[in-house]
Structure formats: structure tokens, C-alpha cells
């Protein structure tokens, strides 16, 4: 009985009327009697202070928790064998429900529905005009990958209609989306040749001028700037000599230099993904003094310590080295268990410059997106990481899930934490899954 008490149950009249226990009911009901007599001559009523507590506890034992007319807490006041005979056409109560015998008992008195909350979901169409969140199209991001030194475009393991594209077929991807109505791009570039200082960006800001060329403003083309893809073991930053430490200065500046890069191929947004500390600080200064005051900043913000980049990791070539002594990323992403640092990452980048703020994985992180959204009145972004899509694509695959709902049902779920630009691997698919 849930909200009741233990004591409050065994005071109730005749909670269990099953026919083989009424000679226990009514060994109760004497005991009880016992207990509540007073000096009154035999028929005399009971004084109304005893009658009002039943019928209250009574009340409280059918579920009547609210507001509910008099007549009816009256007839509440009856036991539950009462209420029965009653409502099955017997005109008589017990003796101890005498008084409110005359009462009027109508059907299910115990399930009054007063609150109808399924009438308005009937309809398909009232069921969508009533939405309180909204997906469009216009808020995704399509990560792209250009890779350097294959022949063809390679499809990624996990990850459906997500290629790792040549120069050509790079272009060719992107004017397939533009027409499928997605115009806004996160490029990921991966080179050929791996060094451990002295990275050359040349091959990612070729990629990113010849897109600007092809499509101009008809994208928006942000590009992602980490060093995981450049390194020759696999760490977002330079190493010190006994490869056990990111070393953060030396980082950051190679971070600023390559953000101004792609900043003079023509990027509109650079987006600094590595967890340095400063390093939003510092890409803004470059990007100012080298006059690109116009070209924005998303910063992963909140970037944790995740399982969800396996996909990606193939697919950019940049898993963390197994031989190395820094095995994993622990070191400089955030923890999982301590959402407080997403909170002061995220401020200091917003202190920064940072133009648009990022969590990333998205749905185990929803509570720290909707949080941080709340506090940082900025733009807000997601990244649906491979791990997360590819979980959607492999369900589907063995038709354990509708792959198009369970897309949309993601996407809802960042809008409705705070997220205005959600980055999805099944952005080009958006016109399929966003049919109404």
C-alpha cells in the first residue's frame, strides 16, 4: 500500500476480506472495539472524532490522496467489504457503518480518474504540435574525415555511411549532404606521416581550402584541432623525454599555430579538442593578432575520459600507442566521476573566448550538459561520439532497435538538456529520421 505506514494498515477495517480470514477480521475488529469503548449506552453512535479518523484512514487506503467531494469521503468511511456489497447492489452495510448506509456509493469509487493524461496523445498531430523540444536539421554537425595516402574511401568498422575519404570523394560527400540539407561540417584531418614535434598541418588546410572553394558560404566548415592524429604515439600533445607526461605550453603552442593555419585556408570555427590547460586562451590571441577576429572558437569544454571513441580512434588513426608508458588519456581528459571539473573547464574556456562550448560523450553526460548550459548562458554543443552511434547502427543491424527512432530519440534528448548544435555521425541521414 504504498504511502501508508505498517502501523496505519493494521488499523484499517477489514483490509483483507477474503472469506477464510473473516473470523480473524472480526477477532481484530473486537480488539479494536475494545480499545475505542467508551461509557455509552449499547446503539448509541460513536463519538465523531472516532468516526472521522477511520473514515480518513479509509480514505487514505483507497488511494483518495486529494481533494474529493464529501459524499464520497462518507462513503470512504466504510470498510472495504462494505464498499464492495454496496457497489454490487446491497443495500445494507455492517453494524459499524450504520451511519453512512444511506449514502449514495457509485462504481470504483477507490479509481476516480479526475486527471486524463492520454486524451491529448491520441492524435499524431496534436501529439507533435505540443512538443516542448524540437529537433531541426539545422542543428547538426556532419564530422568528416579527409585522409591522406589511400586510394579510395574505406568505410569505419561500427559506424554506418561514415567513410574515411579521399581528397575527391571528400568533396563529393559533402555536396551529397549539402543537397540532403545539412550544410554545417566538423573536418578531421589525418596525415600520413606521424612526428613526435614539428607537425605539418599542410594536408588538412589544402582540404579545407578546397572546400571553401567548391561550396564557399553554402557550409560552415569548423575543423578540429588536435595533435592525436599527428603523433607518433598517439597522444593529443608533446611528450616529455620519459613519454610518461603531456607536456601543456609546448602543446598549446602548437595548437595555436595550427588553428591559425586553418584559419588562413579559409575555416570558419576552429575547435581545440585536446584538454590543455590555456590552450582557448591562447588559440583566440593567435587568431586576433593574425586578424581572423571573425573566425570562431567551439571548445570541447567538457571532453571526459571515455569508452565511446573506439570508432573514431580507427577511423582518424589515433589510439593511444600500447607500448607507450602514458597508456591512456586520464591524464588530461575529465574524469567521469567528477562533473564539478566540467564545470571549471568549461567557465575558464568561456573566460577565454571560447565562442561555443561542447560536452562530449553526450548521452552519458546528459545530467553535466544540462547543468553547465543552465550556468554558462553560451551556446551549447554535443558530440554524439562513434561509440554512441555505433550502438544505434549495431542494434539496428540485428533489429533490436527501429535505427531511425532510436536516432531521433537521441537527438531529443540534447535538445531537451540544454544543446542548440548536436555533431552526429547520422547527420546526413536527418531528412529520413526527421520526418515530422
Same mark, same amino acid.
Given at each position: 500500500?504504498?504511502?501508508?505506514?505498517?502501523?496505519?494498515?493494521?488499523?484499517?477495517?477489514?483490509?483483507?476480506?477474503?472469506?477464510?480470514?473473516?473470523?480473524?477480521?472480526?477477532?481484530?475488529?473486537?480488539?479494536?472495539?475494545?480499545?475505542?469503548?467508551?461509557?455509552?449506552?449499547?446503539?448509541?453512535?460513536?463519538?465523531? #472524532?472516532?468516526?472521522?479518523?477511520?473514515?480518513?484512514?479509509?480514505?487514505?487506503?483507497?488511494?483518495?490522496?486529494?481533494?474529493?467531494?464529501?459524499?464520497?469521503?462518507?462513503?470512504?468511511?466504510?470498510?472495504?467489504?462494505?464498499?464492495?456489497?454496496?457497489?454490487?447492489?446491497?443495500?445494507?452495510?455492517?453494524?459499524?457503518?450504520?451511519?453512512?448506509?444511506?449514502?449514495?456509493?457509485?462504481?470504483?469509487?477507490?479509481?476516480?480518474?479526475?486527471?486524463?493524461?492520454?486524451?491529448?496523445?491520441?492524435?499524431?498531430?496534436?501529439?507533435?504540435?505540443?512538443?516542448?523540444?524540437?529537433?531541426?536539421?539545422?542543428?547538426?554537425?556532419?564530422?568528416?574525415?579527409?585522409?591522406?595516402?589511400?586510394?579510395? $574511401?574505406?568505410?569505419?568498422?561500427?559506424?554506418?555511411?561514415?567513410? $574515411?575519404?579521399?581528397?575527391?570523394?571528400?568533396?563529393?560527400?559533402? &555536396?551529397?549532404?549539402?543537397?540532403?540539407?545539412?550544410?554545417?561540417?566538423?573536418?578531421?584531418?589525418?596525415?600520413?606521416?606521424?612526428?613526435?614535434?614539428?607537425?605539418?598541418?599542410?594536408?588538412?588546410?589544402?582540404?579545407?581550402?578546397?572546400?571553401?572553394?567548391?561550396?564557399?558560404?553554402?557550409?560552415?566548415?569548423?575543423?578540429?584541432?588536435?595533435?592525436? #592524429?599527428?603523433?607518433?604515439?598517439?597522444?593529443?600533445?608533446?611528450?616529455?623525454?620519459?613519454?610518461?607526461?603531456?607536456?601543456?605550453?609546448?602543446?598549446?603552442?602548437?595548437?595555436?599555430?595550427?588553428?591559425?593555419?586553418?584559419?588562413?585556408?579559409?575555416?570558419?570555427?576552429?575547435?581545440?579538442?585536446?584538454?590543455?590547460?590555456?590552450?582557448?586562451?591562447?588559440?583566440?590571441?593567435?587568431?586576433?593578432? $593574425?586578424?581572423? &577576429?571573425?573566425?570562431?572558437?567551439?571548445?570541447?569544454?567538457?571532453?571526459?575520459?571515455?569508452?565511446?571513441?573506439?570508432?573514431?580512434?580507427?577511423?582518424?588513426?589515433?589510439?593511444?600507442?600500447?607500448?607507450?608508458?602514458? #597508456?591512456?588519456?586520464?591524464?588530461?581528459?575529465?574524469?567521469?566521476?567528477?562533473?564539478?571539473?566540467?564545470?571549471?573547464?568549461?567557465?575558464?574556456?568561456?573566460?577565454?573566448?571560447?565562442?561555443?562550448?561542447?560536452?562530449?560523450?553526450?548521452?552519458?553526460?546528459?545530467?553535466?550538459?544540462?547543468?553547465?548550459?543552465?550556468?554558462?548562458?553560451?551556446?551549447?554543443?554535443?558530440?554524439?561520439?562513434?561509440?554512441?552511434?555505433?550502438?544505434?547502427?549495431?542494434?539496428?543491424?540485428?533489429?533490436?532497435?527501429?535505427?531511425?527512432?532510436?536516432?531521433? &530519440?537521441?537527438?531529443?534528448?540534447?535538445?531537451?538538456?540544454?544543446?542548440?548544435?548536436?555533431?552526429?555521425?547520422?547527420?546526413?541521414?536527418?531528412?529520413?529520421?526527421?520526418?515530422?
Amino acid at each position: 500500500m504504498p504511502g501508508a505506514a505498517a502501523a496505519d494498515v493494521r488499523r484499517l477495517d477489514c483490509v483483507d476480506s477474503r472469506p477464510g480470514d473473516r473470523k480473524l477480521d472480526r477477532q481484530r475488529h473486537r480488539a479494536r472495539d475494545r480499545n475505542l469503548r467508551t461509557d455509552r449506552p449499547h446503539g448509541q453512535p460513536r463519538p465523531q #472524532s472516532t468516526v472521522r479518523s477511520r473514515r480518513n484512514c479509509n480514505a487514505f487506503f483507497l488511494g483518495q490522496r486529494r481533494a474529493i467531494p464529501h459524499c464520497r469521503v462518507v462513503a470512504a468511511a466504510q470498510c472495504a467489504t462494505c464498499l464492495r456489497r454496496r457497489q454490487n447492489g446491497h443495500r445494507f452495510a455492517c453494524a459499524r457503518h450504520y451511519l453512512t448506509a444511506s449514502i449514495p456509493v457509485p462504481p470504483r469509487v477507490a479509481s476516480m480518474v479526475e486527471l486524463n493524461l492520454r486524451r491529448v496523445r491520441l492524435n499524431r498531430h496534436l501529439r507533435t504540435a505540443m512538443r516542448e523540444c524540437r529537433v531541426h536539421r539545422n542543428q547538426l554537425i556532419q564530422p568528416v574525415f579527409a585522409v591522406d595516402g589511400i586510394d579510395g $574511401r574505406e568505410t569505419i568498422a561500427g559506424l554506418d555511411e561514415v567513410y $574515411r575519404d579521399t581528397p575527391d570523394s571528400l568533396l563529393a560527400q559533402i &555536396e551529397a549532404d549539402l543537397a540532403a540539407g545539412i550544410d554545417k561540417f566538423l573536418l578531421f584531418g589525418v596525415p600520413r606521416d606521424k612526428h613526435l614535434t614539428g607537425f605539418d598541418h599542410g594536408f588538412a588546410s589544402e582540404r579545407i581550402a578546397a572546400i571553401k572553394n567548391r561550396f564557399g558560404t553554402d557550409l560552415w566548415l569548423a575543423v578540429d584541432v588536435c595533435l592525436c #592524429s599527428y603523433t607518433t604515439h598517439g597522444h593529443c600533445g608533446v611528450l616529455n623525454e620519459a613519454g610518461d607526461y603531456v607536456v601543456n605550453d609546448a602543446t598549446v603552442a602548437e595548437l595555436a599555430a595550427a588553428a591559425t593555419q586553418y584559419a588562413d585556408a579559409g575555416a570558419d570555427c576552429v575547435a581545440p579538442s585536446d584538454m590543455m590547460d590555456g590552450r582557448v586562451g591562447a588559440i583566440r590571441a593567435a587568431l586576433d593578432a $593574425r586578424g581572423h &577576429e571573425r573566425v570562431t572558437v567551439m571548445s570541447y569544454a567538457a571532453k571526459f575520459h571515455s569508452s565511446f571513441y573506439g570508432p573514431f580512434r580507427a577511423a582518424a588513426n589515433s589510439a593511444p600507442a600500447a607500448d607507450n608508458p602514458l #597508456s591512456d588519456r586520464s591524464t588530461y581528459q575529465l574524469d567521469p566521476a567528477r562533473p564539478s571539473d566540467a564545470l571549471l573547464s568549461a567557465a575558464r574556456d568561456d573566460a577565454e573566448g571560447a565562442d561555443i562550448l561542447m560536452v562530449k560523450p553526450g548521452l552519458p553526460y546528459l545530467d553535466v550538459l544540462a547543468d553547465l548550459s543552465a550556468a554558462i548562458p553560451k551556446p551549447w554543443a554535443v558530440y554524439q561520439t562513434s561509440g554512441e552511434q555505433a550502438a544505434i547502427d549495431v542494434l539496428a543491424k540485428h533489429q533490436l532497435i527501429g535505427r531511425d527512432a532510436a536516432q531521433a &530519440e537521441t537527438w531529443t534528448a540534447f535538445v531537451r538538456a540544454g544543446a542548440q548544435m548536436i555533431i552526429s555521425y547520422a547527420a546526413r541521414r536527418a531528412q529520413a529520421i526527421l520526418k515530422d
